[in-house]
């Protein structure tokens, strides 16, 4: 079946130490997409990338950082000046080139303990 | 840059009733895709329905069913013969031909009565 695997589903972490989330996608979509959600701000974009070894700051990228070395996967790696990791991440993918919808991950729920 | 508005934070329905739920959008773009996702407690993003902006015809799904009007930027969710699986958080979302972008609004809660 082909689709988005986040790991892990819940995470916990302490302060001041650097975690990543892993996102892997078999849909063979070119771009793909990290959003950030809490409660009542909906899903605010931290990071994107339409094509290997290429991404873009969202809305709220400080804190953070990506990388897309393969078409399959683009990790999340929450930093230490991140002031307020502790938040619901989902990862997506889409096709580019025609505006169709973005499929999503089952996301990874943080907690900086 | 775009922005889509969703000024119901929370609604209700009794189960077999209908409601309704509101979109606004913003843009200077004239050919794009909307759509509405379901985010049920699992918080898995489902998509419920789309529809072409170069469409003039309301999409539909099921029970599920849209009022798009494009003049004025609306695009509202119409749920049929609610169900109690229908509750969950509502997403609103924009995609348009010249970026790969998506933005969505803050969400709106549904809850159903039995």
């Known amino acids: 079946d082909g689709g988005i695997t986040q790991s892990p589903k819940y995470l916990f972490r302490k302060e001041g130490q650097n975690v990543t989330l892993s996102c892997e996608q078999n849909?063979?979509?070119?771009?793909m997409y990290w959003y950030r959600q809490d409660p009542g701000q909906g899903l605010r974009l931290i990071y994107y990338?339409?094509?290997?070894?290429?991404?873009q700051k969202g809305d709220i990228a400080e804190g953070y950082s990506v990388s897309r070395e393969k078409k399959e996967s683009f990790p999340l790696t929450v930093t230490s000046a991140q002031k307020n990791p502790t938040a619901f991440y989902l990862c997506?993918?889409?096709?580019?080139?025609?505006?169709?919808?973005?499929?999503f991950g089952q996301g990874t729920r943080l907690t900086v303990v | 840059a775009q922005t889509v508005t969703q000024s119901q934070p929370e609604m209700s329905v009794q189960e077999a009733e209908t409601v309704t739920l509101s979109c606004t959008y913003d843009?200077?773009?004239?050919?794009?895709?909307l759509f509405w996702y379901k985010q049920p407690p699992s918080r898995q993003m489902i998509l419920v329905i789309r529809q072409e902006a170069y469409k003039q015809q309301n999409a539909t799904e099921n029970r599920f069913s849209v009022n798009f009007q494009k003049a004025a930027k609306s695009f509202s969710l119409k749920i049929s013969d609610s169900q109690l699986g229908d509750a969950a958080m509502y997403f609103c979302?924009?995609?348009?031909?010249?970026?790969?972008?998506?933005?969505f609004g803050t969400g709106t809660s549904l809850t159903v009565i039995p």
């Open positions: 979302a924009y995609r348009g031909y010249t970026g790969n972008q998506f933005y």
């Open positions: 849909l063979n979509h070119d771009a």
């Open positions: 843009t200077s773009e004239s050919d794009y895709y």
């Open positions: 990338s339409q094509i290997v070894n290429d991404f």
């Open positions: 997506a993918s889409s096709i580019t080139g025609i505006p169709t919808e973005a499929f």
